[in-house]
């Protein structure tokens, strides 16, 4: 048997990567376009005074958006906003850098939540 055969091809390897299974064709992030949902929190987020922001699908394909700023307030009022387009949210504080953040997940009933239930 040849080395070429033995060894996996780039697509081969990127597929065994992802957990559960999937494929990178079937996770939640690669079937269609950026969700709407995800679109109008980046769009009600960018009016206001933040610092970074960036999109991502997390490890089981949850599609998630987060937002860094440095007031607290404007924080929580996205994550309201976040909350009436149906999406879970969490502040994360840090007191040392006085950089915050706030993860939105969009709803899908196939991904893990972000804050444990109680």
């Known amino acids: 048997m040849s080395e070429?055969?033995?060894e996996m091809?780039?697509?081969e390897t990127s597929a065994s990567m992802w957990q559960n299974g999937k494929e990178v064709?079937?996770?939640t992030s690669s079937t269609s376009n950026m969700s709407q949902v995800?679109?109008?929190i980046i769009k009600f987020a960018l009016g206001h005074e933040i610092k970074d922001i960036r999109t991502y699908s997390g490890y089981k394909g949850d599609l998630l958006v987060e937002?860094?700023?440095n007031d607290l307030d404007i924080l929580h009022t996205i994550a309201d906003w976040a909350h009436n387009l149906g999406m879970e949210t969490v502040v994360k504080e840090n007191p040392m850098t006085s950089i915050h953040a706030l993860f939105c997940i969009t709803p899908d009933e196939d991904v893990y939540a972000l804050v444990e239930p109680k």
């Open 4 to 6: 070429e055969k033995n």
């Open 9 to 11: 091809t780039y697509e």
């Open 25 to 27: 064709g079937t996770l």
């Open 38 to 40: 995800r679109k109008d």
């Open 67 to 69: 937002i860094m700023a």
